[in-house]
């Protein structure tokens, strides 16, 4: 495991498509050693952690396993490779880092994803690439996490997993009560997937999508009918609510990001009620959490994904709950304390 190498000429070709992963990662390190030692396992030719913070923890959980790259995103990164300049913005960091394995790799296809998105089977992406148009981009749909009820929920990965749809106002209402502002397509996070994009083309990487260069056409997309991403919205309760914290208070130069109506009431509560932690827990359980009502009724739509997923190769990673709330309790001591979450 080494800083990003140049593998253009390092590599021939194969009739078998090849894919790397480019992610950026502050999470506690058996996140993110758990997404990278998985994704290799699966096929991935390449895993490229790019760590916005220095996470010795991170090299030493994935141990010495080929393919698996990590860059710190130091200072000293950004001298080198962006003229010092560091995106203020997590998204740009993504976007960077993301259009810089693009550039660099000699893999046919390179997907951008977050630590907290697994791919939930590499062959079936390796047989979708097969058959895919170089020319377009492939958008990997997700799924997303929820707990289900009556179920342990001893590991970060404890739970089901439900799918977007387009309810109306009412309906969602009625499954959802009063939780259903909070929530968009009946998730808490993103429905429109992470897209794996051909290499040769002059591109940049988004967070999800590849825009052009300049003024190039825009890049056509098409999507695999499986929902292959297997999003984590929050690896734990306690994750999620340090989230929302952090983002309702965030304070960036320049225009507003939209984020969504459903996402900003989740803002304007958590700010609301940032002295009243209880309340925020009871929000996330809210939106995050089945009843045994809600739990029948996706399952009834076709809508939930009950089967458990547990990311491959992870041997030796403590991955339960109450180790990863132990490290995120140390890591965002200062704002949980000034919060009063204690859990």
Not at 106 to 121: G, K, P, S, T, Y
Request: proline fraction near 7%.
């Amino acid at each position: 495991m080494t800083d990003l190498p140049d593998t253009r000429e390092a590599t021939p070709p194969e009739a078998t498509p090849t894919w790397a992963v480019a992610s950026l990662g502050d999470e506690p390190a058996p996140l993110i050693a758990a997404f990278a030692r998985h994704t290799r396992a699966i096929g991935a030719r390449e895993v490229h952690i790019f760590l916005d913070r220095p996470n010795p923890d991170v090299a030493r959980l994935i141990g010495d396993r080929d393919g698996i790259f990590i860059t710190t995103c130091d200072q000293a990164f950004w001298d080198r490779e962006n003229r010092g300049r560091r995106p203020e913005r997590h998204t740009g960091r993504q976007k960077f880092v993301a259009t810089y394995v693009y550039r660099r790799t000699n893999c046919d296809w390179v997907l951008h994803c977050d630590v907290d998105e697994f791919i939930a089977d590499g062959q079936a992406l390796s047989n979708a690439l097969a058959k895919a148009d170089r020319n377009k981009g492939l958008v990997v749909r997700n799924a997303e996490r929820v707990y289900l009820p009556d179920t342990v929920q001893d590991t970060i990965f404890a739970g089901g997993f439900r799918h977007p749809t387009n309810f109306t106002p009412e309906d969602a209402k009625a499954l959802y009560g009063r939780f259903a502002k909070f929530l968009a397509f009946g998730l808490t996070g993103h429905r429109v997937g992470k897209t794996i994009t051909p290499t040769g083309h002059d591109w940049e990487l988004g967070v999800h999508h590849p825009k052009a260069v300049g003024d190039g056409p825009k890049p056509r997309l098409d999507r695999i009918h499986q929902r292959l991403l297997l999003h984590f919205d929050g690896l734990t309760p306690l994750h999620y609510a340090i989230k929302l914290l952090k983002k309702s208070f965030e304070n960036y130069s320049g225009p507003k990001r939209k984020i969504g109506e459903a996402r900003e009431a989740q803002h304007r509560f958590t700010r609301s009620h940032a002295d009243r932690p209880q309340e925020i827990l009871r929000m996330v359980n809210g939106v995050q959490s089945l009843t045994p009502q809600q739990a029948d009724a996706l399952w009834t739509l076709g809508l939930l994904q009950p089967e458990p997923f547990f990311p491959k190769d992870c041997d030796g990673l403590d991955l339960s709950r109450a180790h990863f709330d132990s490290l995120l309790r140390d890591r965002d001591h200062d704002i949980l304390v000034k919060a009063g979450l204690e859990m």
